[in-house]
Structure formats: structure tokens, C-alpha cells
């Protein structure tokens, strides 16, 4: 489906219609296009709306660098350190500082519902309900959407994380609830609760898999500024179990400070609907780390 504002921001809709993900629609860009397979003798668009289409890739389809800047990540993780002191009053206010059971909830794959309704209180209270929500809802849904790159820029320019990515698309990006400082303040919010929360349930650090196969060789992407992870070892094998086709595989395991934890299942709803794959998402990293 491609209307007016479709080639504004240079995409096309489709709409998921099986698996775990039905009933989805996601914007891919025009340029994405060759990653689609098309039925022999469908249908063709006039030469002068492929033009128009080809016209709106080729203004879109560019690159954009913001470095992590030294100074404004010292300013941020000061903010931080500010943030989990307010988050460890509330939750000390509202949840007992009890262990959380993460190997017995990763061999369920279910987060837990107290938690679930903490976050979502806590962010009610910082009017950042809709954010949370909707951010949650799209990561799960299409992690390489527009609204995600809205949250990798801020978090570059934040400091956190370099993003390499390409340009924005759509004008309305930051407009209304989805404005910078308020997603700034949803990222700063959500990474203190998380460390916070498991930090103090005695989980510094926490035990993270990963699993890929690939049908040839696999071939090197620019790592964006969110990583996808899993707690249960299980789930990373399935990935790494591939199929008939498969030529190469690897399985990951590593130990990661709670501090680079944006959202898990462990106190997100969303990541307990569609998927049950106990994931985590973490902030990127240019170190030694192996994910």
C-alpha cells in the first residue's frame, strides 16, 4: 500500500498476515524493495510513479553519523546516577526489595505481572504512559522503524551510543508526545528502573545468549544502536539450530552489567504478548564485548 504521504517518506506499507506477527503493517523503504519476492506476471505501476518512487528513494536513501560525544555522555550518566536514586525511593515506596527469580522466569519465558504494573505506574506518573506503550508495542513489532530510529538518535545524542543509520524520513518524528526531551527522558527513566531493579535484587549483572545460522556467509552489517538478546539459552539454540539450508552458525553466551539494559521481559508486558523468547534489549557497545 503506498498513499501520499508514503512517498513523502519514501515507504511502502505491508501487512503481515502470518506467524506471530499477523495483522502487523510495517513501512519499508522503497529502496528495501529487492528484499521481496513478487509473483511472475503481477501487475506493473506506471513509468512516471515508479519514477516518483525512484525519485523519493534516492533523496531518502542517505546516510547520517552522530558520534556519542564524550562531554554528553558524562553529563548523561550523571543524570543516571540522579535517576536510580529517585527509582530506588519509588520502588522502595511500592515493591519489596525481594530476589527476582531471573533463571526461573527465563525457563518460562515470563516476566512478572507486579512489575509489569510497577513500570507502567512509574511512567504513568512521568506522563510518559503513551511512550512507553507505543515504544514498547513498535520495537516488538518492527525494531527498524522510524519511531525505534527516533530512539536510537536521541540515544546518541545523549551520548550513549553512536548512531549509524540513515537519514529521517518522516518530518513528524519528534512532534507531540514523541518530542526529544520526552523521549529522553523515557530512555533515562527506563534504563534506571531496569538497573535499578535488578541491581537491588541482587542481579548486577545478568547471563545473556545469543544464536544465529546463516544460509552463506555471513556478511557484516553495521551493528545498530540496540541489541536484541535472550535469557534462556533454549531460545538462543533455536536460532542457532537453523535448517536445511544453513552453512554457518554461532552461539553467544555473555555476562552483561544490568546497566545496559533498556528493556527486558522481565518488567515489560509487550515482550510477553506476541514473542516468548525471555529477550532482552540492550544499548550497543564498542568494547570487547562479543554482543
Not at 544490568?258 to 532482552?280: C, H
Request: aromatic residues 8%.
Amino acid at each position: 500500500m503506498v498513499g501520499p504521504a508514503h512517498v513523502e517518506q519514501g515507504v511502502f506499507e505491508v501487512e503481515i498476515a502470518a506467524f506471530e506477527d499477523a495483522g502487523a503493517r510495517w513501512q519499508i523503504p522503497f529502496e528495501d524493495v529487492g528484499r521481496f519476492q513478487f509473483a511472475r506476471g503481477g501487475a506493473t505501476l506506471p513509468a512516471d510513479t515508479v519514477a516518483a518512487y525512484e525519485q523519493a528513494a534516492r533523496r531518502l536513501d542517505r546516510p547520517l553519523r552522530i558520534p556519542a560525544d564524550r562531554q554528553a555522555r558524562r553529563a548523561t550518566l550523571h543524570q543516571l546516577a540522579t535517576e536510580r536514586e529517585r527509582v530506588r525511593a519509588w520502588l522502595g515506596r511500592r515493591l519489596p526489595a525481594t530476589a527476582i527469580d531471573v533463571p526461573g522466569l527465563a525457563a518460562c519465558r515470563a516476566g512478572d505481572e507486579q512489575l509489569f504494573a510497577a513500570l507502567e505506574g512509574l511512567m504513568a506518573e512521568r506522563g510518559l504512559a503513551v511512550v512507553e506503550e507505543g515504544f514498547s508495542r513498535g520495537f516488538v513489532s518492527d525494531p527498524r522503524s522510524e519511531l525505534v530510529k527516533g530512539h536510537a538518535i536521541v540515544l546518541a545524542e545523549l551520548g550513549l551510543v553512536a548512531y549509524r543509520g540513515k537519514i529521517v524520513r518522516d518530518a513528524a518524528l519528534f512532534g507531540g508526545d514523541w518530542s526529544r526531551p520526552r523521549r529522553r527522558s523515557h530512555v533515562l527513566t527506563r534504563l534506571a528502573f531496569v538497573s535499578e531493579l535488578l541491581d537491588r535484587a541482587g542481579h548486577p549483572t545478568v547471563t545473556l545468549y545469543r544464536g544465529a545460522a546463516w544460509d552463506r556467509r555471513p556478511s557484516r552489517h553495521p551493528r545498530g544502536a540496540l541489541v536484541s538478546a535472550t535469557f534462556s539459552r533454549a531460545v538462543a539454540e533455536d536460532h542457532f539450530e537453523g535448517g536445511p539450508t544453513t552453512v554457518s552458525a554461532a552461539l553467544w553466551r555473555q555476562a552483561v552489567p544490568v546497566e545496559r539494559l533498556l528493556m527486558t521481559f522481565i518488567e515489560t508486558r509487550a515482550l510477553n504478548q506476541r514473542f516468548k523468547e525471555a529477550e532482552a534489549v540492550l544499548l550497543a557497545t564498542t568494547g570487547r564485548a562479543v554482543f
